[in-house]
């Protein structure tokens, strides 16, 4: 089969919640000699994004989001997170992440965690409908170098702004790295509100933060 | 008397879902987080495989053969008002709301003890939600009596039956206690219904577990609440939670007959559809009344009295699906012939209660009544001869014969909030505003069946103690 169709197959068999299928896709294609970061950029990514607007058109229900989380996971931690090579960078290095307050959207956050954590970061995750006051708890407890807000409406997005006001607030922002994801999130928003950088792209903004952590 | 009934299915179907019921008890069993709970069925003959007790069809059916198909039911102060096992039809208020919904508001709040004793003056007056319940749990009282609080209002201003419920091991007792302060013979001529919840699936907390057997010894009524989580906690399909529901009722009329033969113990039940898109329970959905439904003729089968959280609705105001849900549901559960049915007041997934929609749902269950109650097939009531009379002598008007007047009162049931009024006379107001300003009236004219004062100062030295243990003074209300 040529890569194409390889791609093709284990988008599909994500979508379609095929635990077995993917993991028969991601593995053949790993053969082909591709790279493990486009297999998450060019495939898993799309295809769980995908998930994400069918349930939002109640095209799919819980259970459905459910068969796709599972086939994603079972590629990344089976096939894919063996081969990533973590970094010296990232050791003992404790990232916090969530979606923020009002809204229960995980899909985003929860391939960022699972790459953070394939790179070697001890990874907190505090889950959905997440208050600034809990943000920045665990990142003064914690000691975190690194906060993600995970936001998938534009309703929610103001919710970013205030974690990183609670943050100030407790006098947190300068020893923490923001990366602010979702959908309606944009390099403008990342700017307006002081954040760091956009998680849009998670191996871009995993670059950026080993960039950042060696320089500090 | 003809009457209009439902049944969903038949002998060979119910038998069949028994059997099945009966297979996931031997086999599968049930698991009690209570070590010795399970040491008591195991010690009745049950076996033991991991942590899960299996339960042969055997004492199953010695248990079904020691529990009483009729249970007479009484009110506070003595009188019987229905027979439990016969169609009994009690409507009461859903119970155990954690928020209530004031007159024009949109988000519900915490009640307080208030609140409850308010609620219980409403009900008190509303002819056709036979029983009261322990609607409210009360927010500003400790939690650790939070359950066991609730019953004093209801003894001190209600005469009607109560369907309640503890939340811990140690209050039941203080519960019964105040039963029994209230009326010596309060557990032999029983006027209140414990309710106690299996945790689906197949599994018993420590504090339900221990409710039942504590019921089943001072020989007061359970009610064994299954609640299957179509789609989550029990399977999707309507008939695998059926049986589920099922199998978790029996082991709970197991453990009460293998504590103490005889205890009385009504079927019950409050199956909830997973929404598939949002995950929140909705009690009112189709396929959670057809669960409803299935587990009412197994009961019937069995000969058990039965119960069910029906008349009620998952909406979030008291609006147009408030009115249908609470309609058909109500109306379903009354063809069905359930004894027991716990809903109305309630909406948005058994958490919120409004005391305009209790006034609403009394009609409601009005109506409901009058469509059970049927109609007799005597010579007088066929009418042939009115029917002749009329049409060759009286020029075909009904209105002026004797027999209408006769038969009226009888015959028809006349809302009384339900608007019906010609247009020259409607007084532009919705049904909600109606209901609004009797929730006004009633509590303008407050309690009307208190507690004789003799029999009061008896209950306040429990309530008292009850307060005492939460290291608090008693609020009185």
Redesign the interface.
Known sequence: MLVEDLKRGLYSAVIEGDSEKALGYARELLNTGLDVKQVITDVLAPAMRVVGDMYERGEYFIADLIASAEAFKQVFDNILKPRLTSSTISKGVVAVFGTVRGDIHELGKNIAKALFEAEGFEVIDLGVDVSPERFAEVVESRKARIVGLSALMTTTMIEQEKVIEELKRRGLRESVIVIVGGAPVTEDWVRKIGADMCGDDAFKALKKVKELLGAV | MPKPSLTTLSRGEALEIHSRALDLLSRVGVRFEDPEVAKILLDAGATRVDDRVLIPEEIVSEALRNTPKKIDFYDRDGKRVATLGDNALIFNPGSAAIKILDYGATEPRTPTLEDLRNLIVVVENLEFIDAQSTALVPGDTPIEIRDAVRLYPILRYSRKPVITGAFTVENLSVMLEMLKVVREDAWKRPFTIFDACPSPPLSWSRVTSRNVIDLAKAGVPSEIVSMPGL?ATAPVTIVGAATLHHAEVLSGVVLAQVVSRGAPVIYGGSPAL?H????TPLIVAPESLLVSLIYRDLARFLELPSHTYMGLSDSKLVDYQAGAEEAYSALVAALAGFDVISGPGMLEFESVQSLEKLVLDNEVCGLVKRILRGFGMSVEEIALEVIEETVLKRGGNFLPHPHTRRYLRREVHVPRVWDATPRSRWSVRSVYDEAHAIVTKLLEEGPSHELSPDVLTELNRVYEKLWKRAGSEPKYV
Do not use: D, F, I, V
Request: charged share 15%.
């Open positions: 789609g997973m598939p898109r949002y995950g």
